[in-house]
C-alpha cells in the first residue's frame, strides 16, 4: 500500500510539491497577510469622537492624524532610536563577529555562539525588567558612578532633556541601551555568517597590494560582509520600530510608535488610528528595503 502511495506521487511531481507547500502558503496568506489587510482596512475607518465607537466608513480623515506635529514627532523620535540603535549593534558586532569567523578555534566559536545566543533562551520580559534593575536610581551603574565619585556627571547628564529623565531607567538613554542589548545577536550573527563567506586571500592579496589595514577593511570587508550588515539590521531595525515593552518601562512621557498604538488600541479604544501607527513602520520599512536593494546589498545574500 505504501509502495502504491509513493509510486503515486513520484509520478506526479508537481502535485506533491502542492501539496507540501499549500499548508504554509495558505497559513501565509490567512494568518500574516489576513492580518495586514484587516489592519489596512480598520485604517480606513474613523471614532466618532461623540459616541466613541468605531464608524466603518471609508475616509482618510485617520490618516489625516498621523500628519499632526505630534504624531510626526512620534515617527520620528521612533526612526532616530531605531537608526541609532541599529548603528550601536553594527559597531558592537563587528569586531566580535570578526574575532569568531577568523581567530577563534572552533571550540571558542562554539563558546562564544553559546554567549551570543543564551539571552535568547530566557524571557524578553524578564530580561527587560533585569535592566530595569540595573538601571534604577538604586541600581548598579548608579552605585559605581557613587563609588568613583562621578554621581554628579551622570547627574547633569541626566538633566539633558533630549537624553535624559529621572533615572537611567527612566530616560531615552535607557531604552536605547535596552535596545541594544536585546537586538545585538541578532546582528552579531549574520555579520559573523557573512565574515565567514569572505575568502582570507582576499584580504591577503589586498595586503601584499600596500592597502593599509583601514583600507582593506573599507575597500574589501564592509563592501562583502554588507549583506550581512543589512541582514541583520533589518531585524534591529524593525523590531526597535514596532516595540512596545521597552517604551512603556523605560520611556518617559514621550511616545513611540509602539508605545501609541498600545495606547490608542488599549486606552482610548481608538482601532482605526491604531491600525494607521501600525501602517508606519510597515512603510518606513518598505522604503528602508528598497534602499537597500538599489545599494546591492541583497545581490550576494
Request: some cysteine; charged content about 10%; proline content about 6%.
Amino acid at each position: 500500500m505504501l509502495n502504491k502511495i509513493s509510486a503515486f506521487f513520484y509520478r506526479r511531481p508537481r502535485l506533491t510539491l502542492t501539496l507540501f507547500l499549500a499548508p504554509p502558503l495558505i497559513w501565509f496568506l490567512v494568518v500574516y497577510i489576513g492580518s495586514l489587510i484587516t489592519l489596512l482596512v480598520n485604517s480606513f475607518f474613523y471614532l466618532d469622537g461623540f459616541t466613541g465607537q468605531v464608524v466603518r466608513q471609508f475616509t482618510m480623515q485617520t490618516y489625516a492624524k498621523l500628519l499632526q506635529p505630534t504624531n510626526l514627532q512620534i515617527f520620528q523620535r521612533t526612526t532616530i532610536m531605531a537608526i541609532l540603535v541599529t548603528l550601536a549593534c553594527v559597531i558592537l558586532a563587528f569586531p566580535l563577529s570578526y574575532y569568531m569567523a577568523r581567530f577563534a578555534s572552533p571550540r571558542m566559536k562554539t563558546w562564544l555562539y553559546l554567549a551570543v545566543t543564551l539571552p535568547l533562551w530566557t524571557s524578553y520580559v524578564v530580561r527587560v525588567y533585569s535592566w530595569k534593575l540595573i538601571l534604577a536610581q538604586e541600581g548598579i551603574i548608579s552605585w559605581a558612578a557613587r563609588l568613583v565619585h562621578l554621581d554628579g556627571l551622570l547627574n547633569w547628564y541626566l538633566k539633558n532633556e533630549i537624553v535624559g529623565g529621572p533615572s537611567l531607567s527612566v530616560s531615552p538613554t535607557g531604552i536605547f541601551l535596552v535596545f541594544v542589548y536585546i537586538w545585538l545577536p541578532y546582528m552579531i550573527v549574520p555579520i559573523q555568517t557573512a565574515l565567514e563567506r569572505v575568502p582570507k586571500s582576499l584580504l591577503e592579496a589586498a595586503g601584499d597590494l600596500g592597502a593599509t589595514p583601514a583600507q582593506t577593511f573599507r575597500t574589501v570587508l564592509l563592501p562583502l560582509t554588507f549583506p550581512g550588515v543589512i541582514a541583520g539590521s533589518i531585524f534591529t531595525f524593525s523590531l526597535t520600530l514596532g516595540d512596545f515593552i521597552v517604551p512603556q518601562l523605560f520611556g518617559t512621557s514621550s511616545f513611540y510608535i509602539g508605545k501609541a498604538v498600545l495606547t490608542y488600541q488599549g486606552t482610548s479604544n481608538n482601532i482605526p488610528l491604531a491600525a494607521a501607527f501600525t501602517m508606519g513602520p510597515i512603510v518606513i520599512m518598505i522604503v528602508y528595503l528598497l534602499i537597500a536593494r538599489k545599494l546591492g546589498a541583497f545581490d550576494a545574500l
